[in-house]
Every structure is written in C-alpha cells, then in structure tokens.
C-alpha cells in the first residue's frame, strides 16, 4: 500500500500548507468558505484535488 501512504502524505501536506497560509494571510481564514486570495486558491486547490483523490481510494 505504498501509493496509498504517498497519497495520504501529500494531502496532509497540502493541508498543512494551506492552514499556514490562511493563520498568515488577511484575506484568507480557515473559517471561510473558500480563499480569498491568489495564493491561498492555489493552494486550496491542490489540498482539495488530493483530498478527494485520497478518499476516492479509500472507496
């Protein structure tokens, strides 16, 4: 199950890139609905993708 465990480290990444740069950025919050900002969308973006691609596995 290595793929799985690669897949499952890059989605916490992904997460904890993002939550660092929303405790960071004015205009993005953990709270919110979605970032507000560039970078935070990048960022969100690619968290999301991984996420889902992580569950998608787990089915």
Request: proline share 3%; aromatic share 10%.
């Amino acid at each position: 199950m290595p793929a799985a465990n690669d897949l499952y480290r890059r989605y916490m990444a992904a997460d904890t890139a993002y939550r660092r740069h929303a405790a960071t950025c004015a205009a993005c919050t953990l709270t919110a609905l979605g970032p507000a900002c560039r970078s935070g969308a990048g960022l969100y973006e690619s968290f999301s993708t991984l996420q889902q691609a992580y569950l998608n596995h787990l089915k």
